[in-house]
């Protein structure tokens, strides 16, 4: 038993290693690929002042003459020892950017998933139980606008709404301009917080919501809800007690799937709240040729991502007993 | 002996549309008649889709919303509306299922057997113990309550469904094939279960293509063919070459059992045949 958990954590290990080494690849690949210019971005506004001597002089000491693939080797072997880089546009090492940054993100990311998955769970399961009912149709509605509204849309909807005009909300940031962090209490924070998390968590509701309905129905329809009907049972009872343990495996592989997808709306919802969290330095990065920066965040929601897959591998096991390995002595 | 179940001219049949607004009735059941007692065995047998299964569910009220019911069904003396099965569903009948699917798959069965007592009505605090005690009535150790449905095998998994439905000492039982798919000492094992049952007071009404083996338990037998009941004989009228039996489809049937000479019928008849034959 411990042989075999301990095989298969290493495998996992491994696999995830070669899905980072992939991206680091296909990541380098298309920054060389790309029209931007490490000299340029370093030196910004100051380019006009530097000869173009000196500039080739920046060059051949940064090593940028090399080959592509020494370039690479040399990124990676840095990769390896921990040492992530220098980001010129925060001034700052990377590893600390990336810390920090997603700190801020992680409070965001973390209400925001969780407040998708549970909301989205029970008006899939209420609208799977009482097919073609009100509710159903209300829940399948709502599902489908919202599955087909651009996030950032709605992002600038609920802003002016909230906070320009009924001004419930703060306009901007994770605290008040001009306060430290440090000196902000968590109320304040989370009163900062509140709007983008919410908008945010509506990104992931429909899909849970269509996807756990569609499983819903299907199980009361089944063998099992006719028999648990025959017992006496109420359809809120099957919902429930079988339902919703059959429901919350499509539920959870999606909610984990989709740490990508929230990760990609966090990106526009911050820039729209302008939330300093980690969806905000990507675009910074990304605006501002910070090479350093973007290939570090493109590998760090890489292990973020793979990470949440793991986990729901190892959730299916837990709910489904037919998954798990038998083991006989 | 006062019926605790009566079918009374039952028929059944299910609305459908044919294109985007006509609609048709497809019929199923047409004129099923019979009663059970308490403490006998009454053994429905026919063909495979002969109707036994849609009359179980009909009794059980678990057809779904474009079944349409006509004739009488009464329960202990009184008609069995939908109110009043809802009531008596899990309490007074209970069913014991065809297919063993009807086992969630992710629930211990000894949770499953808990909530059918609960949903028979059970205090919760009680629930426990009725689930070990109906368990180690079937046979069944304490680790089939750990186990899922997966791992145990057939006859263990019907046995767990006897467990369920017998959880909450119901009246009358309806068994739906129990016994499809179990090798002989098993199949033995499930009807003399039954047999028990009726002799401890309940009503059976087994439904069953296997009129040999249900012989051996049955105190009654009602023959179905093609959505209709054709006749109700004792069993000992299942003897000889049949003389005693009155309708020459039910005759055919018993002179087929390879016991009894195993004779096919001359040819396949039509229903309308098998009827003017009467």
Not at chain 2, 48 to 57: D, E, I, R, Y
Not at chain 2, 171 to 189: F, K, M, S, V, Y
Request: net charge neutral; glycine share 8%.
């Amino acid at each position: 038993m411990g042989m075999r958990l301990i095989a298969r954590f290493t495998a996992r290990c491994g696999r995830l290693l070669l899905v980072l080494a992939a991206v680091a690849v296909a990541a380098f690949s298309l920054i060389q690929a790309s029209p931007i210019d490490p000299v340029d971005a370093y030196l910004g506004p100051q380019v006009a002042q530097v000869s173009p001597e000196q500039r080739t002089l920046i060059a051949e000491r940064w090593g940028f003459d090399d080959p592509a693939a020494v370039q690479f080797v040399k990124w990676a072997r840095n990769l390896a020892n921990g040492e992530l880089g220098w980001s010129h546009v925060y001034n700052a090492p990377v590893s600390d950017i990336i810390a920090s940054r997603f700190r801020a993100s992680l409070s965001l990311l973390a209400i925001a998933w969780l407040g998708s998955t549970l909301l989205g769970f029970a008006l899939g399961v209420i609208a799977g139980s009482h097919e073609g009912s009100l509710a159903d149709r209300l829940i399948r509605l709502y599902s489908y606008t919202l599955a087909s509204t651009p996030i950032f849309w709605l992002a600038i909807a609920v802003l002016l709404l909230f906070s320009v005009g009924l001004g419930w909300t703060p306009v901007c940031c994770a605290s008040p301009p001009g306060m430290l962090r440090a000196d902000v209490d968590w109320l304040t924070r989370l009163h900062h917080l509140l709007l983008p998390a919410l908008t945010l968590s509506l990104l992931g509701v429909a899909q849970i919501a269509l996807h756990t309905r569609a499983r819903m129905l299907e199980l009361m329809r089944s063998d099992i809800a006719l028999y648990a009907l025959a017992q006496g049972a109420t359809r809120r009872d099957i919902a429930w007690r079988h339902g919703a343990r059959h429901a919350c495996l499509p539920a959870l592989t999606l909610a984990l799937a989709s740490l990508g997808e929230l990760f990609g709306g966090s990106i526009l919802v911050e820039q729209v709240f302008a939330y300093p969290g980690l969806g905000q330095a990507t675009v910074e990065a990304g605006l501002r040729s910070d090479i350093p920066l973007l290939l570090a965040i493109a590998l760090f929601t890489t292990l973020f991502v793979s990470l949440g897959n793991a986990f729901a591998d190892l959730l299916y096991r837990w709910v489904d007993p037919r998954l798990r390995e038998e083991v006989r002595p | 002996m006062k019926a605790l179940l009566a079918v009374d001219a039952l028929s059944l049949s299910f609305q459908r549309y044919s294109g985007w607004f006509r609609r048709h009735a497809v019929p199923c059941l047409n004129d099923v008649s019979l009663t059970v007692v308490p403490g006998e065995v009454h053994a429905v047998v026919g063909a495979s889709g002969a109707g036994k299964s849609l009359m179980a569910w009909a009794v059980m009220g678990l057809l779904p919303a474009n079944a349409h019911l006509s004739g009488t069904l009464n329960f202990d003396g009184l008609p069995l509306d939908a109110e009043r099965l809802a009531a008596l569903r899990g309490k007074c009948l209970a069913l014991i299922p065809q297919s063993i699917a009807a086992l969630d798959p992710l629930v211990r069965s000894g949770r499953q057997v808990r909530w059918s007592a609960r949903r028979a009505g059970i205090a919760a605090h009680r629930t426990p113990h009725i689930a070990r005690q109906t368990l180690s009535r079937y046979g069944l150790a304490t680790d089939v309550e750990q186990a899922y449905p997966h791992t145990l095998s057939g006859g263990m998994a019907r046995r767990v469904l006897l467990a369920m439905a017998t959880a909450g000492d119901a009246d009358l039982l309806i068994a739906d094939e129990p016994t499809t798919g179990l090798d002989p000492c098993n199949r033995q094992r499930v009807l003399d279960y039954l047999r028990e049952l009726a002799d401890a007071g309940k009503g059976i009404l087994l439904i069953t293509h296997d009129l040999q083996h249900a012989l051996t338990v049955a105190n009654r037998v009602t023959v179905f063919h093609a959505g209709t009941t054709l006749e109700t004989a004792p069993s000992d009228a299942f003897d000889g070459q049949g003389e005693r039996l009155t309708m020459p489809y039910t005759r055919a049937l018993w002179q087929a059992l390879p016991s009894n000479g195993f004779q096919a019928p001359a040819r396949e008849r039509t229903h309308e045949e098998v009827l003017s034959l009467a």
